[in-house]
């Protein structure tokens, strides 16, 4: 599975922006999938994950009622729409695909990343 994150720009504090991981292969439909970010000098982090079938999202306290996961498996593509942005969110955002525990970091396939910046 190779993943190709897109999406990504600069918006002000408050403001929204959706995210897309398009992925090649036939199999994508088998895969967990969840989003990450990384700030320079610091570990990736946990965002988000949906499972295989779409049924079930998982959140980190910090993008809970603000980031919604949600994911199409007939364009194999999943997206991460962020809205009431803060300037903590900056950061590289990173794709994911895993047959195993994505919130985790159990992580099959990465995606390039693609960066989001939060202005006041």
């Known amino acids: 599975v190779q993943l190709q994150a897109s999406g990504g720009g600069l918006v002000q504090a408050g403001g929204s922006l959706r995210l897309s991981c398009a992925a090649s292969?036939?199999?994508?439909?088998?895969?967990?999938m969840g989003w990450f970010r990384q700030v320079p000098g610091k570990e990736r982090e946990f965002v988000t994950a949906?499972?295989?079938?779409?049924?079930?999202?998982h959140y980190a306290d910090s993008v809970k009622g603000r980031f919604t996961i949600s994911r199409d498996n007939a364009k194999n593509t999943v997206y991460l729409h962020l809205n009431n942005l803060k300037l903590e969110d900056t950061a590289v955002y990173y794709c994911?695909?895993?047959?195993?525990?994505?919130?985790?970091?159990?992580?099959?396939?990465w995606g390039q990343g693609t960066l989001v910046t939060v202005s006041s």
């Open positions: 949906i499972t295989w079938s779409g049924a079930g999202t």
């Open positions: 994911a695909a895993s047959q195993g525990r994505v919130d985790k970091g159990l992580v099959d396939y």
């Open positions: 292969g036939r199999t994508f439909s088998r895969y967990d």
